[in-house]
């Protein structure tokens, strides 16, 4: 799409939808929200890049195939998992190795494998929601689709 407000607000709105989703993932690790939710929230700078700019440009953006960052998000979310049980004994149960009670308080960084596996969560949703966005845009519109509409073809193509 050619407009210079779409250009305009798409770079505006980026940035401040990725520091969103971020602050999301990072506050809702332990609360309601988290990775899903932080993940759908940058899956949405995905489609506003890819609306303004082209599926082209959003592939060079997101640097990475959509793919390959779903399988990173599966990896962490597996690892995350994982790190439990091996810790705890029950998969997904959750370590904190610098978290710790002192005096009746809590202290320290409440980082482990529950970030971990929602950061995992964010990437598969951004990997994913990206692969099928892209591969809808690709696909276009039919020819015979237009005829079933019966939208004249001059119509269609804005002249």
């Not at 959003?58 to 998992?81: D, F, N």
């Not at 998969?91 to 482990?112: H, I, K, Q, R, T």
């Not at 990206?130 to 193509?157: K, M, T």
Request: aromatic content about 10%.
């Amino acid at each position: 799409m050619n407009s210079i407000i779409l250009n305009t607000a798409t770079r505006v709105l980026v940035p401040v939808f990725i520091i969103v989703a971020l602050m999301t993932l990072w506050r809702g690790h332990n609360d309601p929200g988290g990775g899903f939710i932080g993940g759908l929230l940058a899956a949405i700078c995905v489609a506003l890049y890819e609306k303004t700019f082209g599926v082209d440009e959003a592939r060079r953006w997101l640097r990475l195939s959509p793919m390959m960052i779903a399988g990173l998000g599966l990896t962490a979310a597996i690892a995350g998992g994982l790190w439990g049980a091996v810790v705890n004994g029950a998969f997904l149960s959750g370590v904190w190795p610098f978290y710790a009670s002192v005096d009746g308080s809590w202290e320290g960084l409440p980082v482990g494998s529950i970030l971990l596996f929602d950061t995992g969560v964010f990437l598969v949703v951004v990997g994913v929601v990206s692969a099928i966005l892209f591969a809808l845009e690709e696909a276009g519109i039919p020819e015979d689709r237009e005829e079933e509409d019966g939208v004249p073809q001059d119509r269609e193509e804005g002249a």
